[in-house]
């Protein structure tokens, strides 16, 4: 049973526009939220978190929307750049950091073309 | 942020041959864990290890398949016992970094099991 889905294996966009990546959830006890960023060869890199009482937040380029009605996050990337081409991961977690196990999606593979 | 060092980065390994996996963080955690990611999955976590007690593994994984040490608070490894091609996956240790709930992971070990 996958409680984190990403359903989109992969997205392409050009240079410059603006990069969705989207999560659902099925875990109603999932609280905090984190995107991974991936590249080949490489372990997955911390992007940014949200946690289950805001909507928003925001580090430079990258917004994380999350919608707990629907169960739904997503990652803006905008402007993307083509350094950003790697696989994304959607993470999610319970109880308010009690329970440190993360459970993620399948990834998405964004390329960002030149 | 903690930087983890993790190898074997790949191997080759024969079928009912075991494989340990290392990984050394340049500071003191308190907990380790160690994910597997797969041929088109998510990364599923597979136990938690604390430094002098036993690691906690999750569902579908046992600790005479997946023995794990932690002798002290910058090592851990893990070992892949009795393995078969389904083991061929990418595994990653991973630590806690900080109270964002931010991980920092290894660069993984990819495993081929012939």
């Known amino acids: 049973d996958q409680q984190v889905k990403q359903n989109s294996p992969s997205l392409s966009v050009q240079e410059g526009r603006i990069s969705i990546l989207n999560c659902d959830y099925t875990?109603?006890?999932?609280?905090?939220f984190l995107w991974y960023k991936k590249y080949p060869a490489e372990g997955p890199t911390f992007l940014i978190s949200i946690s289950s009482i805001k909507d928003k937040n925001e580090d430079g380029r990258f917004t994380v929307f999350l919608n707990k009605s629907a169960k739904h996050l997503s990652l803006h990337i905008v402007p993307s750049q083509p350094g950003d081409s790697a696989v994304y991961f959607c993470?999610?977690?319970?109880?308010?950091?009690?329970?440190?196990?993360?459970?993620f999606g399948k990834g998405t593979l964004l390329t960002v073309n030149p | 942020s903690a930087v983890i060092s993790q190898k074997p980065s790949r191997d080759i390994c024969q079928r009912g041959t075991s494989l340990t996996i290392q990984c050394q963080v340049d500071s003191q955690v308190t907990m380790m864990f160690w994910y597997r990611q797969q041929p088109g999955q998510s990364l599923t976590l597979i136990a938690t290890a604390n430094q002098g007690s036993e690691a906690t593994y999750e569902s579908g994984f046992v600790i005479d398949k997946f023995p794990i040490s932690r002798p002290n608070l910058t090592f851990s490894t893990l070992t892949v016992s009795n393995m078969s091609p389904e083991d061929s996956s990418i595994y990653l240790c991973?630590?806690?970094?900080?109270?964002?709930?931010?991980?920092?992971f290894g660069s993984g070990t990819r495993l081929t099991v012939v």
């Open positions: 991973s630590v806690e970094v900080g109270s964002g709930y931010g991980y920092t």
């Open positions: 993470a999610a977690s319970a109880e308010g950091g009690s329970n440190y196990k993360l459970t």
């Open positions: 875990n109603s006890m999932f609280d905090y």
